[in-house]
């Protein structure tokens, strides 16, 4: 069964920081590249960062290049996000899965990440 369960999210101030995880089913996580995603209110869903199956390489969106950086556990099917020097524009709902993944995957809860003094 396809699970996705995704934790580690808040309220935090600007310059704050948050750890993110994702616990993936073994059927998903095992050989696949995961990926980190987010959506803020009234935009799209959006690539964050994404680790390849093996961890590396890794690759960010501009926008977080050198705040964030996406790990993950194979031993424990789970990926990670730490996040550093967090903005107002982080606020989102973040999510992961698989990368590349589309509309049509199975998608987790995600956990609400919010930025705000």
């Known amino acids: 069964q396809v699970q996705l369960v995704e934790s580690g999210g808040g309220l935090v101030q600007p310059g704050g920081s948050l750890r993110l995880s994702c616990a993936a089913s073994g059927s998903i996580f095992s050989r696949n590249a995961m990926g980190w995603y987010r959506q803020a209110p009234g935009k799209q869903r959006e690539l964050v960062a994404n680790i390849a199956s093996s961890g590396i390489p890794t690759n960010y969106v501009a926008s977080v290049k050198g705040r964030f950086t996406i790990s993950r556990d194979n031993l424990k099917n789970t990926v990670y996000l730490q996040m550093n020097n967090l903005k107002p524009e982080d606020t989102a709902l973040y999510y992961c899965?698989?990368?590349?993944?589309?509309?049509?995957?199975?998608w987790g809860q995600g956990t609400q990440v919010t930025v705000s003094s």
């Open positions: 899965n698989v990368f590349p993944a589309t509309r049509n995957n199975y």
